[in-house]
């Protein structure tokens, strides 16, 4: 069950799971205020969802802000995330997340990652450091054990769960072409996971309670385990206008299917011009 809803939420965050990367990495960019796809006060929350034959249920949602600051000369975004299962589930397992980052401006690079993780009687958590030559310094604590420390080495396109889901929000939309193959990479609880996706064209999507919009439509193929058979891919539906944002995200898993879908959003940077009706 804990990592069941680990999946929901890293597709949420990440938009992206575990896969073999090419050996080419996405070079780093420099960006303005007018390049980014968001702007200080955005807000978003997504719904996630179990389907498995008569059950189709909402079990939880997971929320996400970002915020401009600066700190001694250094300009970043700090962005907090929050998941949590509604009351019924919690009877079941109850999950209580807070995921926190700070990247910059400039480019969107980490700087600092943290994580606190509450999902029945699992505890975990990640205090991340990334310094300016990749590596970074990774603190991670289990239970109430004593934090065990690491120095990891990561190259450019190594970020954690929050600062990857604004760089790629960011990324060069123009340039896509179907079928081809964008690798990046992530670190969690002292390991470090390679990823890609595949562009697969544009499609209109109806959510639930939101609209129809147009989209730019995303597969991911994913490791099998626990949660994945191996067979199936994630797909990922984000909006095709300036602000780039998730609306639906769905994948079988070795007993049904699960989902996480947008259910609000403030203070977007542009007009949705995605939404359609």
């Not at 995921?99 to 975990?124: C, Q, S």
């Not at 990749?134 to 420390?149: A, C, E, F, G, T």
Request: aromatic share 18%; with cysteine; hydrophobic share 40%.
């Amino acid at each position: 069950m804990r990592k069941f809803v680990l999946t929901i939420y890293a597709f949420w965050i990440s938009g992206a799971l575990m896969a073999q990367p090419d050996s080419t990495c996405l070079p780093l960019r420099s960006f303005t205020p007018d390049d980014l796809s968001f702007k200080s006060g955005e807000r978003l929350t997504l719904i996630a969802a179990y389907h498995w034959g008569l059950i189709d249920a909402d079990v939880g949602e997971a929320s996400l802000m970002v915020m401009e600051e600066t700190f001694r000369d250094t300009h970043y975004f700090y962005a907090r995330s929050y998941a949590k299962t509604y009351r019924f589930w919690d009877h079941f397992f109850e999950v209580r997340d807070v995921y926190e980052g700070r990247f910059f401006v400039h480019n969107l690079r980490p700087i600092y990652f943290y994580r606190d993780i509450k999902e029945g009687d699992y505890r975990i958590k990640n205090t991340f450091f990334f310094n300016t030559d990749y590596s970074i310094n990774m603190s991670v604590q289990k239970y109430d054990r004593l934090p065990q420390d690491t120095l990891m080495r990561g190259h450019s396109c190594t970020y954690d769960f929050i600062s990857l889901f604004f760089n790629a929000r960011n990324m060069d939309f123009s340039s896509l072409y179907q079928g081809k193959t964008y690798p990046y990479s992530f670190v969690i609880d002292r390991n470090m996971y390679n990823l890609w996706f595949h562009y697969l064209g544009k499609e209109e999507k109806k959510i639930d309670k939101i609209g129809t919009f147009r989209c730019l439509k995303f597969a991911v193929k994913l490791i099998a385990g626990e949660v994945f058979d191996g067979k199936n891919n994630l797909y990922i539906w984000i909006s095709d206008d300036e602000n780039h944002i998730p609306l639906y995200i769905e994948t079988p898993i070795i007993v049904g299917k699960v989902s996480a879908r947008l259910s609000r959003y403030e203070n977007l940077k542009y007009p949705l011009t995605s939404k359609i009706k």
